[in-house]
C-alpha cells in the first residue's frame, strides 16, 4: 500500500491517518512522544504493511514483476494499488477524491508540530503536484514510479513499469479489488483494538 491506501485505510481520525502516513519514515519505537492516535496511526501502518506483504494476492502480483525488479517489486505493487484505489475511488468513498486530497493536505497543514522533517520537506511537492489524486490515471503513476527511480540514481527500472501495469492491467485490478476488501476489514479491526 501507497500513501492513498494507507491513509484511506486509517479512517475518519486525522491523526490516526497522519501518523500512518509519515509512519516509513519513524525507526523502531521513536514515536512515543506523539499524541496516542498519531501513534495509533504509525501501528496501524505497520501492521498493514506486514499483512499486505505476506498476503498470497499481493504476492501474486509481485511474482509478474520480480524478475525485473527485483526487491523493487513490492513498491511498483504498492504504486500500482494506490492506482486502481484512486481510479475506482467512488466504490470507496462518498467523498470526491480532489477533495479528500485536499483535505488531507490541509491537516497536514494544519499540524506542523506534528510533523517529522521528511514529511514537511516532501508535503509543498506533494501538494503542488497533488500526488494523491495523480494517481488515479496511468500518466500519473508512471511519473510517480518515474521520480521514484530517480531516487534510486534509476538503478531500480521503476519508470519502465508502467509495461507490465497495461500487460497484466486485467489481473493488477482483479486482485487488488479482492484484495482490498480483506485489507479493509483488517485495518477497520485493527483500529478498534489499538
Not at 527500472?157 to 487488488?176: C, P, V
Request: aromatic share 14%; hydrophobic share 40%; glycine share 6%.
Amino acid at each position: 500500500m501507497n500513501f492513498l491506501a494507507h491513509i484511506y485505510l486509517s479512517g475518519d481520525n486525522d491523526f490516526i491517518k497522519i501518523g500512518n502516513f509519515m509512519a516509513d519514515g519513524i525507526r523502531g519505537k521513536e514515536f512515543d512522544h506523539f499524541p496516542p492516535d498519531v501513534q495509533k496511526g504509525i501501528v496501524l501502518h505497520r501492521a498493514i504493511d506486514t499483512f499486505t506483504d505476506a498476503h498470497p494476492i499481493f504476492r501474486q502480483g509481485t511474482k509478474r514483476l520480480h524478475d525485473k525488479y527485483h526487491h523493487y517489486a513490492g513498491v511498483i505493487m504498492d504504486v500500482f494499488y494506490d492506482h486502481f484505489l484512486a481510479k475506482n475511488w467512488s466504490h470507496y468513498s462518498d467523498a470526491k477524491l480532489e477533495d479528500y486530497a485536499a483535505d488531507f493536505y490541509d491537516s497536514l497543514e494544519s499540524n506542523p508540530d506534528l510533523l517529522t522533517e521528511r514529511t514537511k520537506q516532501i508535503l509543498p511537492v506533494m501538494k503542488e503536484r497533488n500526488w494523491l489524486a495523480t494517481y488515479a490515471t496511468v500518466d500519473g503513476i508512471t511519473n510517480i514510479l518515474t521520480q521514484m527511480d530517480k531516487r534510486t540514481g534509476n538503478q531500480s527500472g521503476m519508470r519502465f513499469s508502467r509495461t507490465e501495469l497495461e500487460a497484466f492491467y486485467m489481473e493488477f485490478e482483479k486482485e487488488f479489488t479482492e484484495f482490498f476488501e480483506e485489507i479493509r476489514a483488517f485495518a477497520a479491526q485493527k483500529i478498534t483494538s489499538l
